[in-house]
């Protein structure tokens, strides 16, 4: 497979490192990975997102969730019982593993398991000194000004005086 080059992204845009890591994993990715279990990512509100994936079957105990440098991590290991005989058996309950990649600043704020779903509630919150701030432009010709009035006030009181 041909790698992407990034050159060009690279000559207008700062701190973009994670990208190229994440397209060459992305198109370097097996593609016969397993559909399961599956899922769905949705935008909630502004900053406020939800994963929720298919997990019919498990139990709390049974799925673990974590989040490591920016990848957050679903995996499922259903617990063995007791052998069943089946006539049919068309539930999967195989172990799983779903990962991830969040954006800088994205946190997990919550999971919930109810009726067979598995959702993630995901909170993007940029940090106040990350946020867009306004730059005031100093105006050197009115400074100069200003100095040069408050000089000749002084010379005229010391003159007065």
Known sequence: MNSVDLTPLYRSSIGFDRLASLL???LTSD???SGYPPYN???IEDNHYAITLAVAGFTEDELDIQVEKGILTVKGNKSLKEKSTYLYHGIANRAFERKFNLDDYVEVTNA???N????????K???EAMKPKSI?????GNAIEHKSEESKKEIQSDKVA
Not at 116 to 123: P, Q, R, S, V
């Open 136 to 140: 005031a432009i100093n105006h050197k």
């Open 31 to 33: 593609s016969t990975q």
């Open 116 to 123: 067979g779903l598995l959702t993630i509630a995901l909170k």
């Open 41 to 43: 990512i949705e935008v």
């Open 24 to 26: 060459d994993s992305a």
């Open 125 to 127: 919150e940029i940090p």
């Open 112 to 114: 919930d398991l109810a």
